[in-house]
């Protein structure tokens, strides 16, 4: 463990896991690239890079910074953000099964947008609200039900409240999906398998923002959260407010 200082300011920091972070990042970005120029118009490493600088030719320009690298970018920035999202759920409930998929979260995310979709109708964007919107409701309502007074919020008692939230929310979706039309249901299953094409910087920028707001928040929780691990007794003597940084958490995460 290192400590950095500036000023009044201190960080802490584990070279290992600081190495580990750089190695990944690197492999990420190399893969990033190789897949960039990929496709019917092969581009090598070094003519990507030199488009992505803007360097390059106008065509290459024009195939790498206008229809590959959005969706590179967003593909990297949806994984950053699963990620995440899965290490924090994990941590809150002290369990490696706490993953969104598993609890809920997801399932939620995806009634919201199948709800939009064959029910009320609506654009991109009004799926992309109402499958947050979906998301954000499962998460309150676990939380609420998980929540016992006097004693907060217990991790595995979150996680089967979670289970069974998901189990009742996707026979909801299958039930929404059997009773749609062919067109409309097509259009759902497409949105629920997901798809990178077509993905433009319309998609990337607003992912990118979000994650520049939250990933500096989860990690000022960080602190708080790795303390969480000894225990909410624990916790709690050490000054840690834990029931307020698990709600905190599980907003961030979702």
Do not use: K
């Amino acid at each position: 463990m290192r400590v950095l200082r500036a000023g009044g300011v201190s960080l802490r920091w584990e070279p290992r896991a600081a190495l580990v972070c750089g190695a990944l990042a690197a492999v990420a970005a190399s893969a990033a690239v190789l897949v960039v120029g990929s496709g019917e118009f092969p581009i090598s490493p070094p003519d990507v890079v030199r488009a992505v600088l803007g360097q390059g030719d106008r065509a290459t320009e024009f195939i790498v910074q206008t229809l590959r690298l959005p969706r590179a970018v967003t593909g990297l920035l949806a994984g950053l953000a699963l990620g995440l999202s899965g290490a924090i759920f994990q941590s809150i409930s002290r369990n490696p099964l706490g993953s969104p998929d598993l609890i809920g979260f997801t399932t939620g995310s995806a009634t919201g947008a199948l709800l939009q979709i064959l029910v009320f109708g609506g654009g991109a964007l009004a799926i992309t609200v109402s499958s947050v919107a979906g998301a954000v409701l499962t998460a309150l309502a676990v939380y609420l039900v998980a929540y016992r007074p006097g004693g907060g919020v217990h991790g595995v008692r979150l996680v089967l409240i979670g289970v069974a939230a998901a189990a009742m929310l996707e026979a909801l979706n299958s039930y929404l999906i059997t009773r749609a039309e062919l067109r409309e249901a097509y259009e759902a299953a497409f949105w629920l398998t997901g798809s990178l094409n077509g993905r433009d910087w319309d998609q990337a920028v607003p992912l990118a923002i979000a994650l520049a707001v939250l990933v500096p928040a989860a990690l000022l929780l960080a602190r708080p959260l790795g303390m969480g691990e000894l225990g909410d007794d624990a916790a709690q003597a050490l000054g840690v407010p834990v029931q307020r940084t698990r709600a905190l958490l599980t907003v961030a995460g979702v």
